[in-house]
C-alpha cells in the first residue's frame, strides 16, 4: 500500500514538471514572437511613469518604428513562402 502511494507522489511531481516545462516552451515562443514589441511597450510605459514626456513621445516613436520592421518582415516572409509554393510542380505517373 505504501508503495501505491509513493509511486502515485512521483507520478504527480513528474506531471507538474511536465507542464511547467510547456508553460516554459510556449513562455519563450511569445517571447520570440513578440519581443520587440513587448519591448517598446515597456519602454512607453516606463517613459509615463517617470513622467517624462519627451522619452514618452520617442519611446512611442520607436514603438511604432519597430511594428512597422516586424510587419515588414513578417510579410517578405509571407511573400516568399507564397513565391516558393507556386514554384513547386506535382507531376502525375
Not at 519563450?28 to 517617470?50: C, E, H, P, R, S
Request: charged share 25%; glycine share 10%.
Amino acid at each position: 500500500m505504501k508503495k501505491h502511494f509513493s509511486r502515485k507522489k512521483g507520478q504527480n511531481l513528474t506531471e507538474y514538471g511536465l507542464i511547467l516545462v510547456l508553460v516554459a516552451v510556449a513562455a519563450i515562443g511569445i517571447m520570440g514572437a513578440f519581443g520587440t514589441q513587448i519591448k517598446a511597450k515597456m519602454g512607453m510605459v516606463t517613459a509615463a511613469l517617470n513622467g517624462d514626456q519627451a522619452a514618452y513621445s520617442s519611446a512611442q516613436d520607436r514603438s511604432k518604428e519597430m511594428v512597422e520592421k516586424a510587419n515588414e518582415f513578417q510579410n517578405k516572409g509571407n511573400s516568399m513562402a507564397g513565391s516558393a509554393e507556386s514554384d513547386i510542380v506535382i507531376e502525375d505517373n
